[in-house]
């Protein structure tokens, strides 16, 4: 790969974790930043979350939301697990109030899976494993908007370390309304979409890229 690459921290992430550590500058995950593709206008790039708990929270990415595109609509995004196991925790927010979440979902992923972030789902990469895990993600041009999951300390619930192979899901109280979390499995990744065009042109592929096209319960 080419272009650049980063690696964020626990000071980073400190407006959006559970609860505070002081470690600041232990690293959370690293991403390497793709060259855009010239054939589908697409960006690439690679994140590698490393098996070390935030305290007592499961390792996870900062969280963001997407822009519109020139004919309103939400730029979706496209992840694959390239190693081990990801969860993907999914949010769509009231219009006019992010505090009030309209929907969540809880999207467990292995390797060789695709994931699709439908238009106007914010969204963080969280790694349940006992080992460092490695996605990669095509997207637009766009910048991505950090600014709601700061504002809010994070998404709309946390996962913490559990016993089991699931996680104990503890509401973040800076939100007014979150609905029941419901955890799901992506749906086989549709041929209609592999062009990618549906990254760059939302507004032609509605249907496929509503939610429950996406994915299915488990």
């Known amino acids: 790969?080419?272009?650049?690459?980063?690696?964020?921290?626990?000071?980073?992430?400190?407006p959006v974790l559970y609860e505070h550590i002081d470690q600041p500058n232990r690293a959370v995950y690293k991403v390497h930043r793709g060259e855009v593709d010239a054939k589908t206008k697409t960006c690439y790039?690679?994140?590698?979350?490393?098996?070390?708990?935030?305290?007592?929270?499961?390792?996870?990415?900062?969280?963001?939301?997407?822009?519109?595109?020139?004919?309103?609509?939400?730029?979706?995004?496209?992840?694959?697990?390239?190693?081990?196991?990801a969860w993907?925790?999914?949010?769509?927010?009231?219009?006019?109030?992010?505090?009030?979440?309209?929907?969540?979902?809880?999207?467990?992923?292995?390797k060789g899976e695709k994931v699709v972030i439908p238009p106007g789902f914010g969204h963080i990469s969280v790694n349940p494993e006992k080992k460092d895990i490695k996605i990669a993600n095509w997207k637009a041009q766009f910048d991505n908007d950090y600014q709601i999951y700061e504002i809010l300390h994070g998404a709309c619930y946390y996962l913490l370390e559990?016993?089991?192979e699931s996680a104990d899901i503890i509401k973040?109280?800076?939100y007014e309304t979150v609905p029941e979390l419901i955890k799901v499995k992506p749906?086989?990744?549709?041929?209609?979409?592999?062009?990618?065009?549906?990254?760059?042109?939302?507004?032609?592929?509605?249907?496929?890229?509503?939610?429950?096209?996406?994915?299915?319960?488990?």
């Open 1 to 14: 790969m080419s272009g650049k690459s980063y690696i964020k921290t626990i000071r980073d992430l400190s």
């Open 45 to 85: 790039d690679e994140t590698t979350i490393f098996n070390r708990l935030l305290g007592v929270e499961l390792p996870k990415t900062f969280g963001h939301y997407h822009p519109k595109n020139t004919q309103g609509v939400f730029f979706p995004e496209l992840y694959a697990v390239l190693e081990g196991r």
């Open 88 to 110: 993907f925790l999914l949010q769509k927010p009231e219009r006019s109030n992010p505090k009030i979440i309209e929907e969540v979902v809880l999207v467990e992923a292995g």
């Open 162 to 164: 559990s016993k089991n």
């Open 172 to 174: 973040n109280s800076y």
């Open 187 to 218: 749906k086989k990744f549709p041929e209609e979409l592999e062009n990618l065009e549906f990254l760059t042109k939302p507004e032609k592929y509605l249907d496929l890229l509503k939610s429950e096209n996406c994915f299915k319960k488990i």
